[in-house]
Nanobody
Framework: QVQLVESGGGLVQAGGSLRLSCAAS????????MGWFRQAPGKERELVAA????????YYADSVKGRFTISRDNARNTVYLQMNSLRPEDTAVYYC??????????????WGQGTQVSVSS
């Protein structure tokens, strides 16, 4: 069982930056591939970025490549999402999630409660 708590969301102007954090409970954080998803009103949830558990390979959606960076600190049981050059279309609720597989496209079994990111134009 893994419990995830996101923080770091807020309101920012276009072009600004935010860093999201996701703190995980338990001693097995390093065994999970971690992903950041987002869901905007009226849209489907999408995978924004992920980092695998073993090789720490990363994945980014095309819409955020070059602007967002995912990282993890296994000693702190925390995964981060650094978001730069934010755009109004990045506005969404952001969720972190954990997958027991070593594939970013695997099933995510554990989810946080979400944090709101709003980008004004």
């Amino acid at each position: 069982q893994v419990q995830l708590v996101e923080s770091g969301g807020g309101l920012v102007q276009a072009g600004g930056s935010l860093r999201l954090s996701c703190a995980a409970s338990g001693r097995t954080f390093s065994r999970y591939t971690m992903g950041w998803f987002r869901q905007a009103p009226g849209k489907e949830r999408e995978l924004v970025a992920a980092i695998t558990r073993i090789l720490r390979s990363t994945y980014y959606a095309d819409s955020v490549k070059g602007r967002f960076t995912i990282s993890r600190d296994n000693a702190r049981n925390t995964v981060y999402l650094q978001m730069n050059s934010l755009r109004p279309e990045d506005t969404a609720v952001y969720y972190c999630a954990a997958s027991p597989t070593d594939e970013y496209s695997g099933q995510y079994n554990y989810w946080g409660q979400g944090t709101q990111v709003s980008v004004s134009s």
